[in-house]
Each structure stands twice: as structure tokens, then as C-alpha cells.
């Protein structure tokens, strides 16, 4: 399988150095407000450092929402699911957010009953001391989540 017709062996590794990392997501099954951090602390291994070329979120539930994406190269004060992004950050989490990622409701495309919204050409260089990315996925409207594995994140990293 891969991404934009290029393919990943079983490692999801591919020729000149592009990995692909995904993380497992557990999310409420249930209602959530405007702002709030769904499926909590995202923690991607990417290795020391690259490039994020390309995200992907897929949405089992086909709600289509609108997300910010808040990408740290440190690890960030902790918020767990279902509460508001912001609430419990410090200046010293601020100092390590590297970029916010809009994935706008009008950017996805549905296949059956799947959705799925994909940044391509993010072209996001980082640095990971301590070989991680860590990821917020803020809400912007507040879903209804009716299974707690609907929403998937996927990066495309290219290694330096």
C-alpha cells in the first residue's frame, strides 16, 4: 500500500529515505466541544530529524471536521482527551510547538462511507532531540465520535 501511488514495503519504509509514521488514536465515543484535544497526546517516532512532506487524517465516521494540528519537536505538557486545547500548556510548551496544520472541513474527499483529508507538500523541516514529533489534533466545531478508533493521523516524513 502506499501514498500518492508510491509503494511502502512491510517496514512502511521506502526508497530515498521516506518513512511513514502513523500513531494509534483512541478517541470518546461521544459528543466533543468546539476546541477540544481529540484522542489526546499524539507521539509520532520519526527520527532525529526531515521533513514532514505529507499528512493524512481518514475519518471512519464521515463527520469531516475541521482540525488544527499543533506539531511539537518536544514533548509538551500533557492534555488528555476531551478537554480544551490550551487549558493546561505552559510558556515552555510554546517554546517547542514547531507548526500548526489546518486540515479545513472543506478539504476532504469520501470514499463510501470513509472520509479522508490529506496537506500535501507540507514541507515541514524539524529537529527531534529525542527522536519523536508530538501532536494535538484540536477540534474546531465539537464531533459526535461513535466508534473510539474513527479518526487516524498519518505523516509522511522524509529522513535527513
Same mark, same amino acid.
Given at each position: 500500500?502506499?501514498?500518492?501511488?508510491?509503494?511502502?514495503?512491510?517496514?512502511?519504509?521506502?526508497?530515498?529515505?521516506? @518513512?511513514?509514521?502513523?500513531?494509534?488514536?483512541?478517541?470518546?465515543?461521544?459528543?466533543?466541544?468546539?476546541?477540544?484535544?481529540?484522542?489526546?497526546?499524539?507521539?509520532?517516532?520519526?527520527?532525529?530529524?526531515?521533513? !514532514?512532506?505529507?499528512?493524512? $487524517?481518514?475519518?471512519?465516521?464521515?463527520?469531516?471536521?475541521?482540525?488544527?494540528?499543533?506539531?511539537?519537536?518536544?514533548?509538551? @505538557?500533557?492534555?488528555?482527551?476531551?478537554?480544551?486545547?490550551?487549558?493546561?500548556?505552559?510558556?515552555?510548551?510554546?517554546?517547542?510547538?514547531?507548526?500548526?496544520?489546518? $486540515?479545513?472541513?472543506?478539504?476532504?474527499?469520501?470514499?463510501?462511507?470513509?472520509?479522508?483529508?490529506? !496537506?500535501?507538500? !507540507?514541507? $515541514?523541516?524539524?529537529?527531534?532531540?529525542?527522536?519523536?514529533?508530538?501532536?494535538?489534533?484540536?477540534?474546531?466545531?465539537?464531533? @459526535?465520535?461513535?466508534? @473510539?478508533?474513527?479518526?487516524?493521523?498519518?505523516?509522511?516524513?522524509?529522513?535527513?
Amino acid at each position: 500500500m502506499g501514498i500518492g501511488g508510491v509503494v511502502i514495503n512491510d517496514d512502511h519504509e521506502r526508497v530515498f529515505g521516506v @518513512t511513514k509514521g502513523q500513531t494509534a488514536i483512541v478517541v470518546t465515543a461521544g459528543a466533543y466541544s468546539a476546541n477540544d484535544i481529540v484522542g489526546g497526546k499524539l507521539v509520532f517516532a520519526v527520527g532525529a530529524g526531515g521533513i !514532514v512532506a505529507d499528512i493524512l $487524517l481518514t475519518d471512519a465516521a464521515n463527520q469531516s471536521e475541521a482540525y488544527t494540528l499543533h506539531i511539537f519537536d518536544a514533548e509538551p @505538557t500533557a492534555i488528555v482527551d476531551n478537554i480544551a486545547y490550551g487549558t493546561t500548556l505552559v510558556i515552555a510548551d510554546q517554546m517547542n510547538k514547531i507548526a500548526e496544520i489546518s $486540515l479545513a472541513a472543506g478539504r476532504y474527499t469520501t470514499d463510501n462511507s470513509l472520509a479522508w483529508a490529506r !496537506v500535501p507538500n !507540507v514541507d $515541514l523541516k524539524f529537529h527531534a532531540p529525542n527522536g519523536n514529533l508530538y501532536v494535538y489534533a484540536e477540534c474546531l466545531s465539537g464531533p @459526535t465520535q461513535g466508534a @473510539t478508533d474513527d479518526i487516524q493521523i498519518s505523516m509522511l516524513i522524509q529522513k535527513n
